[in-house]
């Protein structure tokens, strides 16, 4: 299926008779979404679910701990690296049924065509998928070079194979649908409407970095190396009008690097030889 848009056929094309006599019964344009209320309420509510989320499952964690006789304190799972994952989940559940209830029900939109999500096709979508295989060793290979000396914290997050496989299926299964939603659905279509595609491009890739910043504080080669990612994903998104290339390219590229990850360390055994320095 082509990404190209297709053109509209003249039988769609009002005719300027008709338009004398004034607007169509049931040709209104459909409405703007993504204004600059939307946006501020969507980032606000985005900001409350990382705090409400937490909250959300220590209240949950609380009222199980005594029915299913678990020892682990509150505080002491919510230190855990499955809390984190089980935090952000809950939260990406949140965002994506804000996304939903404010494109299908407030503006009555079609849900993946607002989004612009078009199918690439079979062979356009291997091709795709290939590519972000290509990147997930060219990042390796660029790591290798320019290695960093200080541990950061997302290593921490490998610090049991149950630890590493939670990381690794959110990596893969959960992240680069909802990563790709957020910066190259909402922001990149706002940003496009009322900046430019310049602007959404280089805006969104920047802000794609600055979401990894925390788990990479320290190791800024590899943040430099995710802005790099980033505005890969951006440019796919621009070029193709559609949320499916840089989906497609982030779910290959992410599961690549838990692939290469999950080999080396014997399936997970000795993860923590390999991240703990």
């Not at 091709?127 to 000396?149: C, N, R």
């Not at 790099?228 to 796919?236: K, R, T, W």
């Not at 080396?264 to 055994?269: E, K, L, Q, V």
Request: net charge neutral.
């Amino acid at each position: 299926m082509s990404t190209t848009p297709l053109e509209p056929s003249d039988s769609n094309i009002p005719s300027v008779d008709a338009a004398a006599e004034g607007p169509v019964f049931g040709t209104a344009p459909p409405p703007e979404l993504w204004r600059l209320r939307d946006l501020g309420f969507f980032v606000a509510y985005a900001t409350f679910t990382l705090v409400l989320a937490p909250l959300f499952l220590l209240m949950v964690y609380a009222i199980l701990q005594p029915l299913a006789h678990w020892r682990t304190t509150a505080t002491a799972a919510a230190a855990q690296p499955i809390f984190a994952v089980a935090a952000q989940s809950v939260s990406y559940a949140m965002i994506l049924a804000c996304v939903y209830v404010l494109v299908a029900v407030h503006y009555d939109l079609p849900f993946w065509t607002a989004l612009k999500w078009r199918r690439p096709g079979v062979k356009r979508g291997l091709t795709l998928f290939l590519g972000g295989i290509m990147m997930a060793f060219g990042v390796l290979a660029a790591s290798s070079l320019l290695p960093d000396k200080k541990p950061f914290p997302l290593e921490q997050m490998f610090n049991s194979p149950a630890a590493a496989y939670t990381v690794a299926a959110f990596a893969i299964f959960v992240a680069p649908f909802m990563e790709e939603l957020i910066f190259r659905g909402v922001l990149f279509t706002f940003f496009e409407r009322h900046a430019g595609l310049r602007f959404a491009v280089i805006s969104t890739a920047l802000l794609f970095a600055a979401l990894h910043v925390p788990e990479y504080w320290g190791a800024w080669n590899h943040v430099w190396l995710i802005l790099v990612v980033g505005l890969i994903f951006s440019l796919a998104r621009g070029q193709t009008d559609s949320l499916a290339p840089s989906v497609i390219l982030h779910v290959a590229y992410n599961t690549s690097l838990m692939a290469m990850l999950f080999f080396a360390t014997h399936h997970f055994h000795t993860i923590q030889a390999v991240t703990v320095r």
